[in-house]
């Protein structure tokens, strides 16, 4: 297989989940005022603008120059491991492709706008409220778990 079509699904798990985090982050941005909630089931799910200076789920709060460098270090790390070497399994490529698209998600926004936009608010839970990109590096997170613990099968 060429090097241009080595670990496409990662690359195309990664594009993808970044437009749409910077899409939904976008529209939040322009269609709400800041700190406006939305319920879509009252006490249960809204929709909630607000802004995290920290990384995921609000952990590191204020720590954003920090956090910006780490994150962009890791990216790069993560597409150089990409690009110069084979990931072999799909779920592999799927998992370190939500990583990289939410990590990136993230990024773009500590770098162009100092904070990250966060509107995803589920009440139920008493979490932070966080963002597809959040989501996104959790569920990197889970496929790689899940990956480490699966049998290797033998070819």
């Known amino acids: ?21 910077q899409l939904t982050k976008y529209l939040v941005a322009q269609t709400f005022s800041f700190g406006q909630t939305l319920p879509l089931l ?13 990384a995921a789920f609000s952990l590191l709060s204020g720590k954003i120059e920090w956090l910006r460098w780490f994150s962009l270090g890791f990216s790069l790390a993560l597409m150089a491991s990409a690009w110069f070497s084979s990931m072999r399994t799909k779920e ?11 990590t990136l998600g993230n990024t773009v926004d500590r770098f162009l706008l100092g904070y ?7 009440r139920l839970t008493n979490l932070p409220v966080f963002n597809l990109a959040d989501l996104l ?16 099968s033998s070819s």
């Open 92 to 102: 592999v490529q799927f998992g370190l492709g939500f990583l990289l698209a939410g």
């Open 137 to 152: 590096i959790t569920m990197g997170i889970a496929f790689m778990f899940v990956n480490f613990f699966r049998p290797i």
């Open 1 to 21: 297989m060429t090097k241009y079509r080595q670990n496409r699904l990662f690359w195309i798990v990664t594009i993808i989940g970044l437009i749409l985090d």
């Open 42 to 54: 009252p006490g249960v799910f809204h929709l909630t603008y607000v802004s995290n200076t920290g």
């Open 116 to 122: 990250i936009i966060d509107f995803l608010d589920f």
